[in-house]
């Protein structure tokens, strides 16, 4: 998706970037009822209803309610970084002292050609000092913070967001007031522990499905297929807090040990031996394949 180079110091090599990641996210068009015609977006001028052409559409910001600055094209281009095409890297500093806050979209870095041993060399100096870089580049006319560190075999390029984008958690007004000053009983404290103890497994993110996105193209392929699809209704579903704290604990912490997933002694305390592999619940049946293609 990007062709340029890496620099460190006096360093460079050319590189490719590829994106890290897929949206897997199921997109929809808005179809006609009626004779399923895909809808088209027009632009209408909000003062005469009469439809714009785009070469009269101008960009405007809002400074207070229906009064706009005018911003031309070519005073926004005058602005614009200028596309380089490099990655430079300024520090290097520890992961740890990134907030996982401000990370972002990842992308892959592989060496261009000539670039292989300027790209191992690096690679090699970041596994061994354990630092990471902190470098700029121009990507989609916008200049991106972003960290270069090694990942298995490969470098990655990982987006950052600025500072002054990420909203503060003091201005959150749910955490002061009555909520910021309730209080935690040591008991409930320690009950709390155990039931996270108890929950607690080594992390693997193939556990994990999007089980929504498999719910929604098996339907799309059952309708495909010419499935009559049947709604049953949903039971309505009320978000409760239970007045009893501690027994919600306790209750959560028998479920725990129910479904085999308790890794604490009967009595409720580790006794400072160590416990056995917690059983994991049976794994439920495979989901029925999802359909090959999806609607654009």
């Known amino acids: 998706m990007w062709m340029g180079t890496l620099n460190f110091g006096l360093v460079s090599m ?13 997109h929809f068009n808005q179809l006609h009822g009626a004779d399923h015609a895909r809808i088209q977006q027009k632009r209408v001028c909000s003062a005469d209803g009469e439809e714009v052409p785009f070469e009269e559409i101008v960009k405007g910001y809002e400074l207070a309610p229906e009064r706009y600055v005018v911003i031309e094209d070519a005073e926004l281009a005058a602005l614009a970084p200028e596309a380089t095409r490099t990655i430079e890297i300024q520090d290097f500093v ?4 990134i907030d996982r806050i401000y990370f972002d979209q990842p992308y892959y870095i592989v060496p261009n050609r000539g670039g292989a041993r300027s790209y191992k ?9 354990g630092k990471v870089g902190i470098a700029r580049v121009v990507l989609r006319s916008r200049e991106r913070l972003v960290a270069v560190h090694p990942r298995e075999d490969v470098l990655m390029m990982t987006t950052l967001s600025y500072a002054d ?3 503060q958690t003091s201005e959150l007004r749910e955490l002061g007031g009555e909520e910021e000053s309730a209080t935690v009983g040591e008991r409930e404290l320690d009950v709390a522990r155990r039931l996270v103890q108890s929950l607690a497994e080594p992390f693997d993110i193939a556990r994990y499905r999007d089980t929504y996105r498999e719910a929604v193209l098996e339907l799309i392929d059952r309708k495909a297929s010419g499935e009559e699809i049947v ?8 978000a409760l807090q239970s007045p009893d704290l501690m027994g919600a604990l306790q209750a959560s912490l028998e479920r725990a040990r129910e479904r085999g997933g308790s890794k604490v002694a009967a009595n409720g305390k580790d006794g400072g031996r160590k416990q056995a592999p917690a059983k994991k619940a049976p794994a439920k049946a495979a989901a029925k394949s999802p359909a090959k293609t999806k609607s654009g």
């Open 231 to 238: 709604i049953e209704p949903r039971p309505a579903v009320e």
């Open 165 to 167: 984008e990420i909203n």
């Open 94 to 97: 520890e992961i740890d002292e």
């Open 121 to 129: 060399l690096l690679l090699q100096a970041m596994r061994d000092t």
């Open 14 to 26: 050319p590189v490719k970037l590829y994106s890290a990641v897929t949206n897997k996210s199921v």
